[in-house]
């Protein structure tokens, strides 16, 4: 007898009907504290502090519809005081 050599069962469509299970197949499996543990620091990584040009564009096209809108509807004392408050925070 031959180890390892086996006669396969054929079905009427002319498939195994009885295959062998493939039983070397390695898989890796991260486990999920690995994963949580790493996102965060993948956000640090790929932030930076700098402005790009879209995000200045897209400043200034905001700046431009505020000043559009202050001009149609003019803010009040404490509006004017509040965005300056948030201007000297850098918000």
Do not use: W
């Amino acid at each position: 007898m031959v180890y390892g050599t086996r006669r396969a069962k054929v079905n009427a469509f002319g498939v195994d009907a009885n295959p062998v299970p493939k039983t070397n197949q390695h898989t890796m499996k991260i486990p999920t504290a690995v994963i949580i543990a790493i996102v965060p620091f993948l956000g640090l990584v790929t932030s930076c502090k700098e402005k790009g040009p879209a995000e200045k564009a897209g400043e200034s096209i905001d700046k431009a519809f505020e000043d559009v809108k202050d001009a149609v509807d003019p803010k009040g004392p404490v509006e004017k005081a509040g965005e300056k408050v948030d201007e000297a925070l850098g918000e």
